[in-house]
């Protein structure tokens, strides 16, 4: 198993924001060195601007400026110009290329400097925009480990990963992580399985059971024979099907596109039929320059930019403006739960102490005997008590029984926390009220039982509870019109059909029991029927449904950053409140680009009919154009200082 690098065509390469073709898999290495190039082709424009209005008076240096600013810039706008009429593609970059070599006939080079400088701007802010996230399986390969420990010959050696051969035996100790398949030869451990399943809770591992790759061994140490080599392994599986998802991703084309299509061949009719009617060169060239579409060009990058400024200050990092544009396309939204709707992490949801014990008391016994334990169990009582203000400053005696519990002596009495199977293997009696009990037990909590000086004392229930704000989120997204909603997840349909019934999430939109080949499955199977599908998850296991989905969006506050850089959008504050607001925003930012790009052909109309009735020259056609082109930046602008996305 490889760490490849995932090629840009995850991201459909070639959608660019002025409908050329652009390629962008280097754009990261050279942003700073276009951006310096830039900046010395904005001065040069600079001075060619002041010297053609005579501000600074020294004509000579005007034509020099001009020209090394269209060096600096014109070259990458012809190719690409050329490459398009090779490929029998005409779009706006034809007419740029063709408005820039006009201008340069007739003489007009700070005309013509200037509309390469705006489209230069234009393109490197797509680049700046423009993210790959094949890049980051590189990240989470090197959290995987590369060796582990086998039993060969009596011996026990370290091997490289790749060397593993189905029937080697391999020790596996508390917090390693399991490298390959297998089966459990000797020992008991709890072992972390959210990687493949997104189940928080631990599993025991007794031998006879299966253990995966990417699975953690949270306590007890565990020999086990590996089933099949790392290739074929489940991990390798998960981050083979990220790969494989990508690839099918399917393109999605900038609005701009679409007006490209017909807008270049039209204005180079009118152009042609104003040269025909009226016999001058003058006046069509005019028509070229201020219908060059700098603004035009400009209209999704720059509202995509003032969108996403506001958003990253409210914790929404979004890697590119085609996940802001499709907000509007979307049909149903599909959630994973652990960690998603639910918090991820195992907290107290009620205390039943026995009668004349407290819940303090039941809490502070439970907490003194659990401290040594690695548990999350453990750990989310320690936390319930330290809430409660109880600690425990006695000696650390207790010792952790893997998959069971632990025992401790507590100022002279034995205690004993965890499973009624291990309260009864200590001769404890447990009343038939907390046996029966366990059938009103919500399906997503575990009991864990405390007894003392040989006395059952009461139990403690944990659970992964649902996060505070999601059905507050959920009611804000119906509100703002996503009434499709549905639930996909590793867990069992017991734990999926409580958390629905609590979200109202019909029965229909309710699926259990999935693997991460599953959930992707499931999301093309959406698209398929013609849903636009948005996919919320956290999670490895998630990767390839985030990476499938028209719109992926990561929880940001897990460890496991694969199923991050796999999205599109990065929800990086703790909980769902924060995902209606930028579906909102995603909404309003499309809105802005219908106006910015109606804003820009009007303007552009008006400015033909001037060129083609000889109102103005090419110097004046130029700064009408740029005139256009900050009306445009500017209702960009007023999206950045707009509330109502985020």
Known sequence: MSAEHVHCDLEGCQDHGCGCAHDHENAGKSLMREIIILVFAGILVVIAVLTEYSIIPVKEIETPAALAALVLTAFPILKEAVQGLINRRWDVCELAALALVAAVLIGEFTAAAEIALILTIGELVEDYLYSRTGKEIK???????????????????????????????????????????????????????????????????????????????????????VARPADQSSYAKVVELVKEAGTRRPPSHPMIDRFAKYYTPFILLIAGGVVLLTTDLIRGITILIVACPCALLLA?????????????????????????????????????????????????????????????????????????????????????????????????????????????????????????????????????????????????????????????????????TLRHDTKNALVSLRKLGYNKIAMITGDNQNVAGTIAKELDIPESMTFAGF?????????????????????????????????????????????????????????????????????????????????????????????????GTGSISPVMGAIGHQVATIAVLLNSIRLSSCRAGV
């Open 139 to 225: 990240a989470l390969l090197s959290d995987f480990p590369t060796k582990a420990r086998i039993i060969r010959d009596e011996e026990t050696i370290d091997v490289p990963i790749e060397e593993i051969r189905a029937g080697d035996r391999i020790i596996i100790r508390p917090g390693d992580v399991f490298p390959v398949d297998g089966e459990v030869n000797e020992g008991h451990s709890d072992v972390d399985e959210s990687f493949l399943t997104g189940e928080s809770l631990p599993i025991l591992k007794n031998p006879g059971d299966m253990v995966y790759s990417g699975s953690v061994n949270l306590d007890g140490v565990v020999v086990y024979t």
């Open 300 to 464: 999704t990058p720059s509202a995509v930019l003032a969108a996403i400024g506001p958003a990253a200050k409210k914790g929404i990092l979004i890697k590119s403006g085609r996940y802001l544009e499709i907000c509007k396309n979307i049909s149903v939204i599909v959630f994973d739960k652990t960690g998603t709707l639910t918090s991820g992490e195992m907290n107290i949801s009620s205390i039943i102490p026995e009668k004349g014990i407290s819940e303090e008391e039941l809490l502070s016994v439970a907490t003194a005997a659990e401290r040594k334990s690695p548990h999350p169990i453990a750990k989310a009582i320690i936390k319930e008590a330290n809430n409660h203000g109880i600690v425990y400053s006695g000696p650390v005696t207790g010792r952790h029984i893997p998959g069971k519990g632990a025992l401790d002596t507590i100022q002279g009495s034995p205690v004993i926390v965890g499973n009624r199977d291990f309260l009864h293997e200590n001769s404890i009696s447990i009343p038939d009220a907390a046996l029966d009990s366990k059938s009103n037990i919500n399906h997503y909590e575990t009991e864990v039982m405390v007894a003392r000086d040989g006395q059952y004392i009461g139990k403690i229930m944990v659970a992964d």
């Open 515 to 611: 693997l991460p080949g599953q959930k992707e499955e499931y999301i093309a199977k959406l698209q398929d029927n013609g849903e636009v599908v948005c996919f919320v998850g956290d999670g490895t296991n998630d990767g390839p449904a985030l990476v499938r989905a028209d719109l992926g969006i990561g929880m940001g506050s897990r460890e496991n950053t694969l199923a991050l850089e796999s999205s599109g959008v990065i929800l990086m504050q703790e909980g769902l409140s924060s995902l209606p607001s930028f579906l909102s925003l995603g909404n309003l930012t499309s809105r802005t680009i219908k106006i910015n790009i109606i804003l820009a052909m009007a303007l552009n109309l008006i400015l033909i009919i001037f060129a």
